[in-house]
């Protein structure tokens, strides 16, 4: 009887979480301008006008050029940092480690308030490129993470061998520690990439006046009407946010069981 009604309310819980989603993509195919049941018709009518909308595209351009860049990033410095948490033994690495990983232990929004205070104090103003580092502060925990696990399960003695025949320590990181670690950089830096692309509570601290993202964008268009297109934005969203950490997750399986045979 314990066992038949906890499994009835973890459906309940799925059912009030999915739910929504499922909705409002069923509504971005709603032939009718109007969101309601029973849909009148099945249309990519709004799907066609998202793609019309240049304020849209121009969200999404920068979405995508400030998710490529803080992925870039976030992946450079969070192989560089596991690197020296895992392979040196550096003075106070447990409490580096910590100040890395404390972003996440932060709630996001008292992390943007910090930042933007901080900002102020400096007498900087917003900027694109604040917000950038503002993303990449936020995402870069998540690559160590994953970076890190990749790292500790790979045999020092792969390296130790590439030195003692003659490598250098830079050939031997881009020809043996590289390949070996990429699944985990390419899924950190899917990670970051998704993250940051879906952000929308510390961008709208960070972000500078005229600079909108497709989170943002959401935001904006909700103040004034519920139209449409946001439904297809949102699926456009959904899809994307779900779709690229599957396909990550995917690769990168794949590519460590390349590389484990």
Same mark, same amino acid.
Do not use: C
């Given at each position: 009887? !314990? ?5 009835? $309310?973890?459906?309940?819980? $799925?059912?009030?979480?999915?739910? @929504? ?16 049941? @029973? ?11 998202? &793609?019309q909308n240049e304020a849209i595209l121009r969200a999404f351009r920068t979405s995508i050029l400030l998710g490529a860049l803080? &992925?870039? #990033? ?13 392979? $040196? %033994? #550096?003075?106070?690495? %447990?409490?580096?480690?910590?100040? *890395?990983?404390?972003? #996440? ?7 943007a308030v910090a930042l933007l205070l901080f900002l102020n104090f400096l007498s900087i103003n917003k900027s694109f490129f ?14 160590? *993470? ?11 003695? $792969? ?12 050939? +031997? ?5 590289? =390949? ?8 950190g830096m899917l990670f970051a990439f998704t993250i940051s692309f879906d952000d929308i509570t510390g961008t709208l601290f960070?972000? @500078?006046?005229?600079?909108? +993202? ?13 139209? =449409?297109?946001? %439904?297809?934005? !949102?699926?456009?969203?959904?899809? *994307?946010?779900?779709?690229? =950490? ?16």
């Amino acid at each position: 009887m !314990g066992w038949s009604l906890i499994r009835v $309310y973890t459906v309940l819980v $799925y059912l009030f979480m999915f739910l @929504p989603v499922a909705v409002v993509v069923l509504l971005s195919f709603n032939a009718s301008q109007f969101g309601s049941f @029973p849909m009148t018709g099945l249309s990519f009518r709004w799907f066609v006008e998202l &793609a019309q909308n240049e304020a849209i595209l121009r969200a999404f351009r920068t979405s995508i050029l400030l998710g490529a860049l803080t &992925a870039v #990033i976030s992946t450079t410095l969070g192989v560089l940092a596991s690197l020296a948490l895992v392979r $040196y %033994n #550096i003075a106070g690495r %447990n409490l580096i480690s910590t100040l *890395l990983i404390a972003p #996440i232990l932060v709630p996001e929004v008292v992390l943007a308030v910090a930042l933007l205070l901080f900002l102020n104090f400096l007498s900087i103003n917003k900027s694109f490129f604040l917000l950038l580092m503002g993303h990449v502060i936020f995402t870069l925990p998540f690559v160590i *993470l994953v970076v890190q696990a990749r790292l500790v399960g790979i045999r020092r003695d $792969y390296e130790e061998a590439a030195l003692s025949l003659g490598a250098s320590p830079v050939q +031997t990181f881009f020809q043996i520690t590289l =390949p070996l670690l990429s699944p985990a950089v390419f899924a950190g830096m899917l990670f970051a990439f998704t993250i940051s692309f879906d952000d929308i509570t510390g961008t709208l601290f960070w972000k @500078p006046g005229g600079v909108e +993202t497709v989170p943002t964008q959401i935001f904006a268009m909700l103040r004034n009407s519920i139209s =449409p297109e946001i %439904n297809a934005l !949102g699926t456009v969203m959904i899809f *994307l946010t779900v779709g690229l =950490p599957l396909l990550g997750l995917a690769i990168a399986r794949r590519m460590a069981m390349q590389r484990g045979g």
